[in-house]
């Protein structure tokens, strides 16, 4: 039994001290896509329905190998984002700087993964990489990408939970349509601004 462990540990120690190498990709700040690998470094707990949990160290750095084989660690602020493929899935990260002034945030830039395509984006960060699958009914720390006038950022989820004061919101940040913020409910639970972009996304689809 002893010899077996030794064996398993000898096997397994590779890849948790120096990660996996995943097929992948970064953006580079003149946007620019470079082909490589990212170094992914698996936790040793495993997440829900056994998908590994996320490296949380992704947030501030990402680890690359070039096709030359050179190595090349990189913060947020040094490439416009990166992704990888793992269980025949892609995984997108984008650097998010928070617009300056907004709130009480401290303006700091990280990778955020993103789950939401369409007109408007939408991405998940720090409690949201707890796994690579998408849990809608997890308590996430969302981010949205800015399309308002004079913007150029991200937004966290702070909106109001009225109708009136969400409408002002959306239309300043996202320049929604007076249409679709018709159809908004009277009250909205702040976790759940999520289901608003993505229902405004469906709804862009078929009202351009």
């Given at each position: 039994?002893?010899?077996?462990?030794?064996?398993?540990?000898?096997?397994?120690?590779?890849?948790?001290?120096?990660?996996?190498?995943?097929?992948?990709?970064?953006?580079?700040?003149?946007?620019?896509?470079?082909?490589?690998?990212?170094?992914?470094?698996?936790?040793?707990?495993?997440?829900?329905?056994?998908?590994?949990?996320?490296?949380?160290?992704?947030?501030?750095?990402?680890?690359?190998?070039k096709e030359?084989?050179?190595?090349?660690?990189?913060?947020?602020?040094?490439?416009?984002?990166?992704?990888?493929?793992?269980?025949?899935?892609?995984?997108?990260?984008?650097?998010?700087?928070?617009?300056?002034?907004?709130?009480?945030?401290?303006?700091?830039?990280?990778?955020?993964?993103?789950?939401?395509?369409?007109?408007?984006?939408?991405?998940?960060?720090?409690?949201?990489?707890?796994?690579?699958?998408?849990?809608?009914?997890?308590?996430?720390?969302?981010?949205?990408?800015?399309?308002?006038?004079?913007?150029?950022?991200?937004?966290?989820?702070?909106?109001?939970k009225k109708?009136?004061?969400?409408?002002?919101?959306l239309k300043?940040?996202?320049?929604?349509?007076?249409?679709?913020?018709?159809?908004?409910?009277?009250?909205?639970?702040?976790?759940?601004?999520?289901?608003?972009?993505?229902?405004?996304?469906?709804?862009?689809?078929?009202?351009?």
């Amino acid at each position: 039994m002893q010899k077996l462990k030794f064996i398993l540990i000898s096997c397994f120690s590779p890849i948790i001290s120096w990660g996996i190498d995943l097929s992948g990709y970064i953006l580079t700040n003149a946007g620019d896509t470079i082909k490589g690998q990212i170094i992914y470094t698996p936790p040793h707990a495993k997440g829900k329905n056994g998908v590994y949990e996320v490296d949380t160290t992704m947030v501030w750095k990402v680890r690359f190998i070039k096709e030359n084989g050179k190595k090349e660690p990189y913060k947020p602020n040094e490439i416009k984002g990166f992704g990888f493929k793992l269980n025949n899935n892609w995984h997108h990260y984008e650097t998010i700087l928070p617009l300056k002034g907004f709130g009480e945030i401290v303006r700091y830039s990280f990778f955020g993964r993103r789950v939401i395509d369409g007109t408007i984006t939408g991405y998940i960060a720090i409690e949201g990489l707890a796994y690579f699958e998408f849990d809608k009914e997890k308590n996430l720390d969302w981010w949205f990408k800015t399309v308002g006038p004079g913007l150029n950022g991200f937004i966290h989820d702070l909106f109001s939970k009225k109708k009136n004061k969400l409408s002002q919101e959306l239309k300043y940040f996202f320049k929604m349509d007076d249409n679709y913020l018709l159809t908004l409910p009277e009250k909205i639970d702040k976790s759940k601004v999520y289901e608003i972009i993505i229902s405004y996304n469906e709804w862009k689809k078929t009202h351009l």
